[in-house]
């Protein structure tokens, strides 16, 4: 990882705590959701930038690009800065009637929080035995395929609230290799890494 790339992630975050620090607010300031949005991220093999990121990643995990009135990017900063709170709101999509009574939902109840999935592990206990039968190749149900799809999801919301984000690109341009979880960089120098967790920080204060 050269210097350069170390420098050009860590910028476009301090001039995003900057634009954003600049204007007290619970919602995005302008300056700030703009410097936000353009931020690149690799997701799925693919670079987007941030708000693209955000509209999918929600998407994904309740079923729909924007939760509430806020848009997408606002979510997603307050889902990253905040995750205690955001642990608690019933946001990964069970679609599947079938899977929510096992789950202890209630039938017309269309999502779960973090938090009670984590606290029953029920979902955790499902995933074995639908495993093995992916390794014999043999054909899952919808139940099992549900479940995995549930699992999916809570997987990308754990991403999130843990903060791997694959925002530090590689050391050569153009380079065909993985980016690199933002606080879980391998490989990259010490000092370098201390200075993308401090403007991190920063940002997730402001």
């Known amino acids: 990882m050269n210097r350069g790339a170390i420098l050009a992630v860590a910028g476009s975050l301090c001039w995003s705590l900057a634009t954003w620090a600049a204007e007290p607010s619970t919602v995005l300031p302008p300056r700030a959701a703009k410097a936000l949005a ?11 930038t941030l708000d693209s990121f955000a509209r999918e990643t929600l998407e994904q995990i309740t079923g729909q690009p924007r939760w ?12 990253l800065a905040e995750t205690d709170a955001w642990q608690q709101v019933a946001l990964v999509a069970v679609p599947y009637r079938g899977l929510r009574e096992p789950l ?14 984590v606290a029953s592990r029920t979902l955790m206990r499902m995933l074995p035995a639908i495993a093995a039968k992916q390794e014999r190749s043999e054909k899952l149900t919808i139940h099992e ?7 999916e999801r809570f997987g990308t919301l754990s991403n999130l609230f843990e903060h791997r984000l694959t ?30 967790r401090r403007a991190w920080e920063a940002l997730m204060g402001a």
């Open 38 to 48: 353009h931020v690149a991220i690799q997701h799925n093999g693919r670079v987007k």
């Open 104 to 117: 202890g939902m209630a039938a017309r109840t269309p999502r779960i929080s973090y938090n009670d999935l």
């Open 167 to 196: 925002l530090v690109p590689p050391a050569l341009a153009g380079a065909h290799q993985p980016w690199l979880p933002l606080l879980e960089q391998h490989g990259v120098s010490t000092p370098a890494q201390e200075t993308m």
């Open 145 to 151: 395929n549900e479940t995995m799809e549930t699992f």
């Open 68 to 79: 509430g009135r806020a848009a997408p990017l606002e979510t997603l900063m307050s889902m």
